[in-house]
């Protein structure tokens, strides 16, 4: 693989997530290898069908849901995104949004070996169960460093 077809990979794969949908959920096989790994705070799985059984169930479980990615680089070993994940849990109006980073790994093909997403899931997620949520959040302020 050259240097410049990582940025094509990457380009191909950041096209697919932003325009990922409930009813596209098929291109992520043209951009993902069929031994594609996947993990993030709640999943890791192995190959294509499984990666794209977790976004089936996100869109299950989520109305509304769309990535924007916001920033991207191309390092020597793998390339990187920063997104903003906004949806609306199914039955309720409010749109939440979950900020995080994702690593990619791409073949001699272009095609995505590994992606690894990368983000806080108690301050973003657990901290907004209600009695979860307090717990974590006196956690974070005894763990936290004192401010000057």
Same mark, same amino acid.
């Given at each position: 693989?050259?240097?410049?077809?990582?940025?094509?990979?990457?380009?191909?794969?950041?096209?697919?997530?932003?325009?990922?949908?409930?009813?596209?959920?098929?291109?992520?096989?043209?951009?993902? *290898?069929?031994?594609?790994?996947?993990?993030?705070?709640?999943?890791?799985?192995?190959?294509?069908?499984?990666?794209?059984?977790?976004?089936?169930?996100?869109?299950?479980?989520?109305?509304?849901?769309?990535?924007?990615?916001?920033?991207?680089?191309?390092? *020597?070993?793998? *390339?990187?995104?920063?997104?903003?994940?906004?949806?609306?849990?199914?039955?309720? *109006?409010?749109?939440?949004?979950?900020?995080?980073?994702?690593?990619?790994?791409?073949?001699?093909?272009?095609?995505?070996?590994?992606?690894?997403?990368?983000?806080?899931?108690?301050?973003?997620?657990?901290?907004?169960?209600?009695?979860?949520?307090?717990?974590?959040?006196?956690?974070?302020?005894?763990?936290?460093?004192?401010?000057?």
């Amino acid at each position: 693989m050259t240097d410049a077809e990582p940025a094509a990979g990457l380009d191909a794969y950041i096209a697919a997530f932003e325009a990922l949908t409930p009813d596209r959920l098929d291109t992520l096989r043209g951009v993902c *290898s069929e031994n594609v790994r996947f993990v993030d705070p709640f999943n890791d799985v192995q190959g294509v069908e499984a990666f794209i059984a977790v976004f089936r169930h996100m869109y299950q479980t989520l109305d509304d849901a769309v990535f924007d990615v916001t920033d991207r680089a191309v390092g *020597s070993d793998a *390339s990187y995104i920063r997104w903003i994940l906004s949806a609306r849990r199914k039955g309720n *109006s409010a749109r939440f949004t979950i900020t995080g980073m994702s690593e990619i790994h791409f073949d001699g093909s272009g095609h995505a070996i590994l992606h690894v997403d990368h983000w806080d899931a108690a301050a973003q997620l657990y901290e907004r169960v209600p009695v979860l949520g307090w717990v974590l959040r006196r956690l974070r302020g005894f763990l936290a460093a004192p401010t000057v």
